[in-house]
């Protein structure tokens, strides 16, 4: 069985340095680093008085871990306007929270080395947990500084709808 049906001649599984996110229709600039998609389901152990001495197992509750995104801090506000729809210091009593748009659903897109969309995922109900503007400074440092938002979700699907990219061999010009 071969892991790529368009393609059955790739072996290589794809890399993981070229994705792109989009919430509001728009691609989020800069976006260079993202945690895992990851799901857990709790373990339920039971068994009837009259079974071995052993328990039976069944899935119980199902929980989405949260998903970090990191960047270089630019002028790109995104990340501080989402942030803020969940708490805006100084907004005044009663609009600290806009709950009518503090979730948002967004879209995480994987692509092959060629650049073409290979995977898409859906990420339902978003909002920011976690906003940090500004990393820890240090003027003895040549580092980049990080902005970096902690999203909690409801869920997510893989989007079926993206299939597998017929990639073509590269053609030197004549």
């Known amino acids: 069985m071969t892991q790529f049906s368009v ?5 290589d599984p794809y890399k993981n340095f070229k994705f ?3 919430w509001d229709g728009r691609y ?3 976006v260079s680093r993202m945690s895992a998609l990851r799901r857990v389901t709790e373990v339920l152990e039971h068994r009837e008085g009259g079974d071995p001495s052993i328990s039976r197992r069944s899935p119980g509750r199902t929980r989405y871990e949260p998903i970090t995104l990191e960047r270089g801090i630019t002028h ?3 990340f501080e306007r989402w942030a803020n729809k969940v708490w805006n210091f100084g907004s005044g009593l009663g609009t600290e929270v806009s709950l009518k748009d503090f979730r948002k659903d967004i879209l995480i897109e994987l692509y092959n080395e060629a650049g073409q969309k290979a ?3 859906k990420v339902y109900r978003c909002w920011v947990s976690e906003y940090q503007a500004l990393p820890e400074l240090d003027a003895n440092s040549s580092a ?7 999203l909690q979700n409801e869920g997510w699907e893989r989007d079926y709808e993206v299939q597998e990219p017929a990639e073509e061999s590269f053609v030197e010009p004549a």
């Not at 393609?7 to 072996?11: D, I, L």
């Not at 980049?144 to 902690?150: G, H, Y």
């Open 7 to 11: 393609n059955p001649g790739r072996f």
């Open 20 to 22: 792109r996110v989009k």
């Open 28 to 30: 989020v600039a800069g």
């Open 76 to 78: 790109d506000t995104e």
């Open 119 to 121: 995977i898409a995922y």
């Open 144 to 150: 980049i500084a990080i902005q970096r938002i902690v």
